[in-house]
C-alpha cells in the first residue's frame, strides 16, 4: 500500500511545481505524508459536492485541477466560508488534497492534450511552447494545434465537439461561417482568451476553449482570425482526469475520476436569433 509521500513524490515528477505560473497554488494542500493511501478521487474542482463524493467513496486523497486555495486567506473559520468548512471536513475525513493546475496544463500529456484528444485531433504541437532549455522538444506548453482526420465543416466541427465533450446546461457556441471548412484546429482547456493571438499566428482554422469573453472575441473575429467555439470551462478541463487517473492507477489499484458537473451555470434559455 502507498503512502501519501509516495503518491506526491510521484504527482510531483510528473507535475513538476516549477512548472505552475507564479501566481499559481499547486502541491500538496494537506494530508500527513505516512498515512495510508487506497482509493483516490480525481476531480477539476474542490467543492462542498465533490468532497461528499470523495468521503461517500472512502478515499483517502483527492487530486484536484482547480486550487481550492488560490489567494492569501487569514481564517480557516469554518462558520465563515465554505472553504474554511472544507478544509476541516477533509483533515477531520483523514483525507489528503493534491493540486496540479498550470503545470498540469502545460505538461505533456496534460489538460489539453486530453481535450485534443476528444476531438480526434493528431499530429500535435504545442500552441504556446515553453521556452526553457528544460522544455525544448518535449511538446510541453500552453494549447495544442492539430489537424482533423478530415476536413469538417464549422457546422459539423461544433456538432462534433457536442458529442465529444461532457454535457454542460450551457453547452457549446460558434463564432464564424457555419459553412466554413476547418481542417486545423487549436484547442486550449479552461479560460484561453489570452491566446486569441497564437491561434490566429499558427494558422488554426478554428480555436475552441473556454471562457471566451465579448471584446477579446469580437475584436479577433474582426481581424479576420480563427473561427471561434466556446465550451464550458469544466467540460474542457474534465478530460485530464482520464490521464491523470490513468497515471495514478500504476501505483494505486483504486482510481476514480469524478463527473460530478460542476460548471456553475444551471439554466440555459435561448432568447431567439437575430
Known amino acids: 500500500m502507498r503512502t501519501l509521500s509516495e503518491i506526491t513524490a510521484a504527482l510531483d515528477d510528473l507535475y513538476p511545481r516549477h512548472w505552475a505560473e507564479d501566481w499559481d497554488r499547486v502541491g500538496l494542500v494537506c494530508g500527513r505524508g505516512g498515512n495510508s493511501v487506497r482509493r483516490i478521487l480525481c476531480v477539476v474542482d474542490v ?37 474554511g468548512d472544507l478544509v476541516h471536513t477533509l483533515i477531520e475525513s483523514g483525507m489528503g488534497l493534491y493540486v496540479a493546475h498550470t503545470n498540469a496544463d502545460v505538461a505533456n500529456p ?19 511552447p515553453l521556452a526553457d532549455a528544460e522544455h525544448h522538444g518535449t511538446g510541453r506548453g500552453i494549447g495544442r494545434i492539430g489537424r482533423l482526420p478530415a476536413p469538417l465543416t464549422l457546422d459539423a466541427l461544433v456538432a462534433h465537439a457536442v458529442a465529444a465533450l461532457p454535457a454542460t446546461v450551457g453547452g457549446v457556441r460558434a463564432a464564424g461561417d457555419g459553412g466554413r471548412l476547418i481542417s486545423t484546429v487549436a484547442v486550449c482547456g479552461g479560460a484561453g482568451d489570452s491566446y486569441l493571438a497564437d491561434a490566429a499566428a499558427a494558422g488554426a482554422n478554428a ?19 480563427p473561427a471561434l467555439i466556446d465550451a464550458a ?8 482526469l482520464d490521464i491523470v487517473a490513468e497515471q495514478l492507477s500504476r501505483l494505486v489499484d ?21
Do not use: M
Open 110 to 128: 496534460g489538460v489539453s492534450d486530453a481535450l485534443a484528444e476528444r476531438l480526434g485531433l493528431v499530429d500535435l504541437r504545442p500552441l504556446r
Open 233 to 240: 470551462h469544466w467540460a474542457t478541463e474534465r478530460p485530464w
Open 207 to 225: 480555436y475552441l476553449t473556454a471562457d471566451l469573453r465579448h471584446h477579446p472575441a469580437s475584436e479577433h473575429l474582426a481581424r479576420s482570425g
Open 47 to 83: 467543492v462542498p459536492a465533490t468532497v461528499i463524493e470523495a468521503i461517500e467513496n472512502d478515499c483517502d486523497l483527492i487530486v484536484a485541477h482547480h486550487p481550492l486555495l488560490l489567494r492569501g486567506v487569514s481564517s480557516l473559520d469554518p462558520a465563515a466560508d465554505y472553504k
Open 254 to 274: 483504486d482510481v476514480l475520476v469524478s463527473d460530478l458537473d460542476t460548471d456553475p451555470w444551471t439554466i440555459h434559455q435561448k432568447t431567439g436569433v437575430n
